[in-house]
């Protein structure tokens, strides 16, 4: 029987050593993963296939078995992303400040691995490459717990990463796999605060707030992107149509996607009329404020309050018109979730404002909100995307799954 | 009755204001309370003298009503911890990176407050003060749940807290108080994630274990102090005396006092008897391993496993001699707490590798683990100290009670 308490066990032991594990060994492991899941491609497709039949007799739907599908590009974008995660700078013995006291001692910030990392996550496969990179690169123990629905992927996925450690002499214990697709295992899981420092759940709002529910560990988590472009009344038009048509169009079915969007009422009239155009060109549902539907009576369906806390994921849009600027963040304060938000504008003052008093993780001037993400903030890859308000917040990269401990060097000092 | 639903939904709907206070308005904000401090001291010491009484009258503990008690040094120390956060500098609104990206979205990370702080700490009243001061400085609302057995000083204190925030111009809901001694009180705030972004609960172990098992939001929390020193085979004897003997002695009640001292087998000869004698003199109470009673086998008695994991918090220390460094550090981060440790050695490979591998938020080499405080270390004053591993280890100052959030200057960016 799986004994997921031994597996925890066995990833709290080894943890401690890898803070010696050398980056040279870390990179070279990273690498020769990379090697391995090129040379083994039709292994990997073999149990990938498995998946997906099982995807397919269950019934998955059309999203579900395509996020489960690893063709080729997707086999070569796991393979970049090892060799991206080697490239990276290592995080581990930064010491990131150091200071003097009047009685002699030094005394330092140094960054050190969190310990033991599980990560919860559901059906893309590609996540236990990503989480397993990252985690080796930081010297944090990885226990990973994927979908069952992608299992045979995982476990290919995993053994080649173990393969790789072995061979290049990174303790393979550090790479644990809930080999299992027994549902108590999670809650068991959770109750292991005396081995795992910190989960990171992945996948819908009921899987998170499950694992917030019934974790004795911190969590870092993201319950939904309900993002915002609020074009301001001193708005660019041109910018002010292209960032609200790519953040919402471009790809409605991620967290960064815009799901609300806010116009000031004194620019509605030379805004609103083209952008609902290049909308219902592209069939986007528009679900308006009552001076919104007077734009388009016959298109625009009316927004109940359910619509402003929306996370559609969809080719579907809230818009209200709002009077101000202090509107529009209190707006985004109220119904949004802290993810990322966007305001276009020329105007310094307000441009400056938005940045100060929106509460979100990512905030914008004069950008589509579809860039939030570790890749192209530049972290290399992300662990997920937090919106929570400790630890981290928004895309969690290699620093972040770091953390300074302090380091005080005496000479005989005691305390008066 | 008592609504800790709307108060906590008070504290953050002005948190989101807080943003945009000056620094000068919450210095001043600060200066006042300490001002305020010094003129209402009698009315402040006819409340404590309050909860004196019915403390006494409960039949609390001699150690329980000393840490109740408000003299004239503790307030004037109150009013002092004012005075220092005053002065320490505002970490709101710092941009600790930026960095341009190639399609030229500058993106930076910026420190704003975390939201919502709920404390809830057991008997001393000076908390009260500390944990508002580095709220408002920090520009946090703050939820203050203090003991029931010192309400009446606490209410007093939160008084002049908020007045002086009345009188200054900064938000006055921003700072709220449990004022009840209804324990559901704890546990319904618990459940509101909705409005409180971190909780910090401070006091005695079951306190502790309750607030992690039943919060919805992240808990940043400290169980108990197991500090060890290591008297390495290469110590400077003097040193080792001195740092062991301040560790234990010069305040044994306290969390970063030393429980268990490690002494390297080939030190012991030289080292113990002296060690032993100077522990006899004041009468700590000693439990070593069986070589270790070997030294005096009247005085020493014999510790059992659970020694090892004990925290005294008195005069008694667990003793035993190891034959390596590795072994000492295995047992530090096996039997330990990660909160504070100490090298005592001379040789600068054996020093380093104890800096590296022992997992605990503050390690020290050749100084008494004692220094571990936010005020020792510089920080001005803490909030509490976390052996977490996420968000912050060790003293929670300032700057924890912050977090980076990302700003992104674009200039019409969108994703392809």
Redesign the interface.
Known sequence: MFNIREIAKRAKNVS??L??ISTEIKNRTLLKAAELIEKKRDVIEAENRKDLVAGEEKGLSKAMLDRLLLNEKRIAGMVQVLKDVASLNDPV?EVIKM?T?PNG?K?GK?R?P??VVAIIYESRPNVTVEAGSLCIKSSNSVILKGGSEAINSNRVLVNILKEAAESEGFPSDAIQFVDTTDRSAVRELLLL?EYI??VIPRGGEGLIRFV??NA?M???KHYKGVCHVFVDEFA?L??AW??C???KV??PGVCNAMETMLVHSKIADAFLPNMIEMFKKVKVELRGCERTISYDPDYIKPATEEDWYAEYLDLILAVRIVDSLDEA??HI?TYGSHHSDSIVTENYTNAMKF???V??????????T???DGN???LGAEMGIST???????PMGLEDLT?????????????E
Request: charged share 25%.
């Open positions: 401690y050593g803070v010696d013995g200071w006291r001692l005394i140094m050190v969190l310990g605060d420092d910190v917030a529910e004795r911190p969590v870092i660019d041109e910018k292209n960032i048509f790519n953040a471009q790809r963040i209190d304060n940045l100060n008093k509460d979100s993780a990512a905030v914008y001037v004069n950008a589509s579809r860039f939030t192209v903030f530049g929570d308000k400790v630890h981290v917040r928004g953390i300074p401990k302090y380091i005080i060097f005496g000479n005989g000092q005691i305390r």
